[in-house]
């Protein structure tokens, strides 16, 4: 048990890591191709669509990867309503998004928005399969698909978009690419299921009623992390979209950091959570503290740097994108320890907590997007989403502590923050020389620093794996 745990768990991280790599490899290459404006087109134009995406399954999904892993005989009954009840929705999703994109947007970008919605529909389906292959715990099968997934849209949207020389050519790649992945997961669902409809109105009404807590978190997920993009588009056209999106996609491919630690963490944390909370503080604790670790040199080194890593990696068109890189890479050890703190609300059995905070999060992100877009532009929206990450965190912070698991932020992190500013002299010390040479010589810093005040200890690391190896 503890070895097949294992396994899936590296199976999930290794494909996490390079679908996010092969993705970030993606938007380079569109920056290159399509300049600034095709690139703020292209994120624009899945944005859109996948603000209406919250009516794709109305949260039903991971009710019914719950009720399909506790009985296992009834999977048929609840993917065949759930094929017609998708048929439906998916459908819906399509046409509304199709109209809305009509009546606001300029031709090219109204078949651009048609084209997205074609690949967010089949790809909708495949999450249906993959709901499938999730509650009978195929995960190496789920692992394999999704290099698939990543691996064919990279390669065949790059194709079509270098011999095509237009993002028509390069939204059909991805739609090209999608319906390939569509066909592998009938394929390996068709394993367990028959791919047939079912209309049980009852049973449909059933798990509409039982999907509704999962929707609303999220409809605010699907704000929270969409908005921007598409409100950015509408008030300060498609160039500021690009530059913004170009930075942000930076700070998306990190999310695999805290992804990774808290897939198996997780379920640690929620057997803890009965009967062990000492031991659960105590982990809380340390998965923070190694997090930020992480978080924070990534914030300091990149803000110290942008200047010449980010025109490295992107034209010369994208240098308005290095201040909001500047800016918004302070998001990433914010969303490290929102993501441990969320999940600690999770595992304690307080997520209608963790919904509630990222409604707050949602309603303060519109708010600020509105008020900075107009003056500051691709600017402003870099400011709304570090703004909205430290609220979220304030509030996850307030929560948790109402639930015995505070602690002081100075006092927990003061290590990690003077080795980052000692990182830091060295970084603008010798920033003459080639980032070949800067950044392995900060990280060394960092690290050397860390170790000579102990911030990394072995008796530290002993408590965690002791406590990883007597939970499972």
Do not use: C
Not at 14 to 24: E, Q, T
Not at 52 to 68: K, L, S, T, W
Not at 75 to 92: C, D, E, H, P, R
Request: aromatic share 16%; proline share 3%; charged share 10%.
């Amino acid at each position: 048990m503890k070895n097949a745990l294992a396994f899936n768990t590296v199976l999930l991280w290794g494909a996490d890591i390079l679908g996010k790599g092969l993705r970030f490899f993606l938007v380079i290459a569109v920056a290159h191709l399509l300049g600034d404006e095709g690139l703020g087109k292209y994120a624009f134009a899945f944005s859109f669509v996948g603000l209406f995406g919250i009516f794709q399954d109305m949260g039903i999904a991971p009710y019914m990867v719950r009720e399909m892993a506790k009985k296992p005989g009834a999977t048929q009954k609840y993917f065949s309503n759930m094929f017609s009840l998708k048929i439906f929705f998916v459908a819906g999703l399509f046409l509304i998004s199709i109209a809305a994109a009509y009546v606001t947007q300029a031709p090219d970008v109204q078949l651009a928005v048609l084209l997205a919605a074609a690949s967010m529909s089949v790809y909708y389906f495949s999450i249906l399969m993959g709901n499938v292959l999730q509650a009978h715990e195929k995960i190496p099968w789920i692992s394999f698909l999704n290099l698939v997934e990543q691996f064919s849209t990279t390669l065949l949207a790059l194709a079509l978009l270098y011999f095509g020389g237009s993002l028509f050519w390069l939204l059909v790649g991805v739609l090209i690419a999608n319906s390939i992945t569509l066909l592998f997961y009938l394929f390996y669902a068709s394993k367990i299921v028959k791919m047939r409809l079912a209309f049980d109105f009852e049973f449909m009404k059933e798990m509409i009623r039982g999907g509704l807590p999962f929707w609303f978190t999220t409809l605010f997920s699907v704000i929270y992390f969409r908005v921007d993009t598409v409100m950015l588009s509408f008030m300060a056209g498609f160039d500021a979209t690009g530059w913004y999106n170009a930075a942000y996609r930076a700070l998306d491919a990190l999310s695999f950091i805290p992804g990774a630690i808290l897939m198996a963490v997780y379920p640690v944390m929620s057997r803890l959570s009965v009967g062990n909370l000492k031991e659960l503080r105590q982990l809380f604790s340390k998965i923070m503290y190694y997090l930020f670790m992480i978080g924070l040199p990534i914030a300091i080194g990149t803000t110290l740097v942008a200047d010449r890593l980010l025109p490295a990696v992107y034209p010369g068109s994208f240098d308005p994108s290095i201040l909001v890189l500047q800016i918004i890479i302070w998001a990433a050890p914010v969303i490290f320890l929102s993501s441990v703190t969320g999940q600690l609300l999770n595992a304690i059995d307080k997520a209608k907590l963790f919904t509630l905070t990222a409604g707050i999060g949602a309603g303060f992100n519109v708010v600020l997007n509105f008020i900075l877009i107009p003056q500051y532009q691709h600017v402003g929206a870099s400011i709304a989403t570090i703004i909205t990450e430290i609220i979220v965190l304030i509030v996850l912070f307030y929560f948790a502590a109402r639930h015995s698991f505070s602690f002081s932020f100075l006092g927990t992190f003061f290590k990690p923050i003077l080795s980052g500013l000692l990182m830091g002299i060295m970084i603008l010390a010798i920033s003459d020389f080639h980032l070949v040479l800067v950044i392995p010589a900060a990280a060394a810093t960092y690290f050397l620093a860390l170790i000579a005040i102990r911030g990394i200890t072995r008796e530290d690391m002993k408590l965690v794996l002791s406590v990883l190896s007597r939970s499972r």
